[in-house]
Nanobody, 132 residues
Framework: QVQVAESGGGSVQPGGSLRLSCSSS????????MMWYRQTPGKEREQREG???????????FVADSVKDRFTISQDIAKNTMYLQMASLKPEDTAMYYC??????????????????????WGQGTLVIVSS
């Protein structure tokens, strides 16, 4: 079992910034892909969008085209923590953001796809609201 816990969500005005954090035991026990997904209101779990991913072994990252110029993913391995720095936030970024860990994915193809959602480890989610 891999523990995952995210934090840092909140409410922000358009154009603002937020940083999400995710601590995980994946950094201690194994290597794999740490990922951020988001689920917008009215969509189902299977429709979660893979926003960003980073390989715990270093050197491999992914950021979705929809947020590429605004979101940055990073990690502090010594702190067992991954971050998502979000800038120039837009109302359409409003969503529940989930951290996930997959010890069977090396991030070479990006976030784990929906058919394997049941085999990865999820956090509880942190809500981001972008509104004036």
């Amino acid at each position: 079992q891999v523990q995952v816990a995210e934090s840092g969500g909140g409410s922000v005005q358009p154009g603002g910034s937020l940083r999400l954090s995710c601590s995980s035991s994946l950094y201690i026990r194994s290597s794999g892909c740490m990922m951020w997904y988001r689920q917008t209101p009215g969509k189902e779990r299977e429709q979660r969008e893979g926003v960003a991913a980073i390989y715990t072994g270093g050197g491999r990252t992914f950021v979705a085209d929809s947020v590429k110029d605004r979101f940055t993913i990073s990690q502090d391995i010594a702190k067992n923590t991954m971050y998502l720095q979000m800038a120039s936030l837009k109302p359409e970024d409003t969503a529940m953001y989930y951290c996930a860990a997959d010890p069977n994915n090396d991030c070479s193809l990006g976030p784990t796809t929906v058919r394997n959602f049941g085999f990865i480890f999820w956090g509880q989610g942190t809500l981001v609201i972008v509104s004036s």
